[in-house]
Nanobody, 115 residues
Framework: QVQLVESGGGLVQPGGSLRHSCEAS????????MSWYRQAPGKEREWVGY????????SYAPAVKGRFTMSRDNAKNTVYLQMNRLKAEDTAIYYC????????WGQGTQVIVSS
């Protein structure tokens, strides 16, 4: 059974930083790409970023490019999302996703960017 457990959210001031973690289980983590998505209040879920199975390739949505960085530790079955220079519009629930089980979602981790 695939499980994705996100953590690391919280309340942060504009310009601040947070790091999300997503610990995965139930599949061979190193075989699949990982992505982060987010869903802001009243909006549809949107893609944030992607990292290849071996961590050698990443890509990001234009809204976060240059501010957010994904990484992964295949030995720990964990993917990370470092978020810097946060803006109010980054307020959302953040979810990780795996290509190995496209219909599986975790509970998400909430980020509120506010002064």
């Amino acid at each position: 059974q695939v499980q994705l457990v996100e953590s690391g959210g919280g309340l942060v001031q504009p310009g601040g930083s947070l790091r999300h973690s997503c610990e995965a289980s139930g599949f061979t983590f190193s075989d699949g790409s990982m992505s982060w998505y987010r869903q802001a209040p009243g909006k549809e879920r949107e893609w944030v970023g992607y990292i290849a199975h071996n961590g050698l390739s990443t890509s990001y949505a234009p809204a976060v490019k240059g501010r957010f960085t994904m990484s992964r530790d295949n030995a720990k079955n964990t993917v990370y999302l470092q978020m810097n220079r946060l803006k109010a519009e980054d307020t959302a629930i953040y979810y990780c996703w795996t290509s190995m089980s496209p219909n599986s979602w975790g509970q998400g981790t909430q980020v509120i960017v506010s002064s």
